[in-house]
Structure formats: C-alpha cells, structure tokens
C-alpha cells in the first residue's frame, strides 16, 4: 500500500493551495481519507476527514470554511483545497487512509509553507 502527497510548496499570505493525495496497493473505495497536519513542535492534527463514498466530510475549526476535501474513486485520489492561508498553516501535510479500526497507511507527507 501506498499514498504519495503533492501540491505542496511555498505560498504567500492569503493565497491557495491544492494537495492531492494518490493511492495505490489497497482497495481505495473501502477506506475513510483524510488530511493531517504537524507543525514544527506540534501534535500531528486533522484537517479534514471524507468518507468512503464522499458524501460525509468534517473539518478542523481551524480550516472550516476554508478547506474543501473531495476524493475520486475511480482514480484513487484525494484532494485537499484551502484558501485565505495564514502561516499558521504552515506544516507537512500529511494524507491517511484507513480501514475501520483494523488498518490504517500515512502518506510521507508533503510540506506546505505560508509565508512572504
């Protein structure tokens, strides 16, 4: 199993940004996704969560109404869009995949700075 991130990168104070996330290697349909976050001294958070077929997602407070979450089963992506970004958010973004309570898989995350 497998989950390569990208999109990451350097943005500036109130820009953008778009992280994908592709799986390989596990039945990517069968698994909730989600986004994680750590920053630099921090506890790793979520960000946000979807479900197996996209139609549930839940947010951080943090990202609410700043962040979209969305999958695509058919080609076994998860992507994550936030705008309005402060260099609060700045952190490696991190995608995770998991199966109940049985199985879960970390992506090797992806680095997002937010900063002028």
């Known amino acids: 199993a497998q989950l390569v991130e990208s999109g990451g990168g350097l943005v500036q104070p109130g820009g953008s940004l778009r992280l994908s996330c592709a799986a390989s290697?596990?039945?990517?349909?069968?698994?909730?996704m989600s986004w994680h976050r750590q920053a630099p001294g921090k506890e790793r958070e979520l960000v946000a969560g979807i479900s197996k077929d996209g139609g549930t997602t839940n947010y951080a407070n943090s990202v609410k109404g700043r962040a979209t979450i969305s999958r695509d089963n058919a080609k076994n992506t998860v992507v994550l869009e936030m705008n309005s970004l402060t260099p609060e958010d700045t952190a490696v973004y991190y995608c995770k995949a998991r199966w109940l309570t049985v199985r879960e898989y970390w992506g090797q995350g992806t680095q997002v700075t937010v900063s002028s």
């Open positions: 290697g596990f039945a990517f349909s069968s698994y909730t």
